[in-house]
């Protein structure tokens, strides 16, 4: 019975997730998981997903347009995510979002997705030049939808630069071992190896993730 909830094998074989606590499931995307039946998604009990839009003030991912129209056919809600740079202005990473995201395509807050790319984790940028990024990216934001955007970081990431200056953002946690109940958070990646039916690209894997709370709250939070 508890295969038939979920609909997927693939979904025990990663958990380390009680579905009774925490039972809205959800997956984030990308050009990585190519070309997605959306509908097969939904039937495998996913409710939620995040697909990703944009990256710095210029690249957009070009699955996005078609991610969004085709998931905008079932009963998932989404939402897209946007790359943080630390390499650009946080007023022009938020035009390349906007530019690629309308307003009424999305059912829950955008997502700045804020970690360590390329040798940044070993050449850590400061806190304050930082700040002069994220905090005007999330301002504009904020402005064109309506909605304070959701913050998904690593645990790492989290202490350095959000945690003091960020903390009333949604909170999005990248929490592969364990159960991150020292944070005070909306949405739990718990793993990046799951594997679902529904998806053909050159990435076999997905990301799974929870909200807490119940599926009423979940349905409720954002109207």
Not at 100 to 123: N, T
Not at 178 to 201: A, R
Not at 209 to 217: L, Q, R
């Amino acid at each position: 019975m508890i295969l038939l909830a979920w609909g997927c094998a693939c979904f025990f074989s990663h958990a380390r997730v009680n579905r009774l606590k925490y039972p809205v499931f959800g997956v984030d995307l990308s050009n990585y998981q190519g070309v997605v039946s959306w509908e097969r998604l939904e039937e495998q009990g996913v409710r939620f997903a995040f697909i990703k839009a944009t990256e710095g003030s210029g690249h957009t991912d070009e699955s996005v347009r078609r991610n969004l129209e085709r998931a905008a056919a079932t009963g998932i809600k989404v939402s897209c995510y946007h790359f943080f740079s630390f390499d650009s202005p946080g007023e022009t990473q938020a035009e390349n979002f906007i530019n690629s995201v309308s307003r009424d395509e999305i059912q829950l807050p955008p997502v700045v997705d804020i970690e360590y790319y390329a040798d940044k984790k070993l050449h850590k940028p400061g806190a304050e030049e930082t700040e002069a990024i994220l905090t005007p990216l999330l301002e504009r934001l904020e402005e064109y939808y309506g909605m304070k955007p959701i913050i998904y970081t690593t645990v790492p990431v989290y202490f350095r630069y959000v945690k003091d200056s960020y903390s009333d953002y949604p909170l999005w946690i990248r929490c592969t071992q364990m159960e991150p109940d020292f944070f005070d958070w909306t949405f739990w990646q718990y793993s990046d190896h799951g594997k679902l039916e529904g998806y053909i690209g050159e990435e076999e894997c997905i990301d799974f993730n929870v909200f807490c709370g119940s599926e009423e709250e979940f349905e409720n939070l954002w109207r």
